[in-house]
């Protein structure tokens, strides 16, 4: 099992940036063996996908929301998964999730909540107008 701590949540204007990173820790796991995503709960609202990235870092998928304004990366030397977020808007404004899921397929991402196995607690985000 893997254990997920976000971070580099905060409270921004509209049109800043913030880097949210995931750190992976575990006593017997390797992180290029999960493919990863991060998902977001606006309050009031249902959690909802906004990207994914393959165990290999190669493919990656996003929510039409955040398209050409999100960023996902993975270093997998260092067991970190980060999600740049670039022209902030005050819809954007959620707890955002890190998620995994070990996978023998290191080409696929996973956009469904329901694929992954094992979650972060959360970071906040907040852009305001």
């Known amino acids: 099992q893997v254990q997920l701590t976000e971070s580099g949540g905060g409270l921004v204007q509209a049109g800043d940036s913030l880097r949210l990173s995931c750190a992976a820790t575990?006593?017997?796991?390797?992180?290029?063996?999960?493919?990863m995503g991060w998902f977001r709960q606006a309050p009031g609202k249902e959690r909802e996908f906004v990207t994914a990235?393959?165990?290999?870092?190669?493919?990656?998928a996003y929510a039409d929301s955040v398209k050409g304004r999100f960023t996902i990366s993975r270093d997998n030397a260092k067991n970190t998964v980060y999600l740049q977020m670039n022209s902030l808007k005050p819809e954007d404004t959620a707890v955002y999730y890190c998620a995994a899921k070990v996978t023998s397929y290191s080409d696929h991402y996973y956009d469904q909540e329901y694929s992954y196995n094992d979650w972060g607690q959360g970071t906040q985000v907040t852009a305001s107008s």
């Open positions: 575990g006593r017997t796991f390797t992180f290029n063996s999960y493919a």
């Open positions: 990235i393959s165990r290999s870092g190669t493919n990656t």
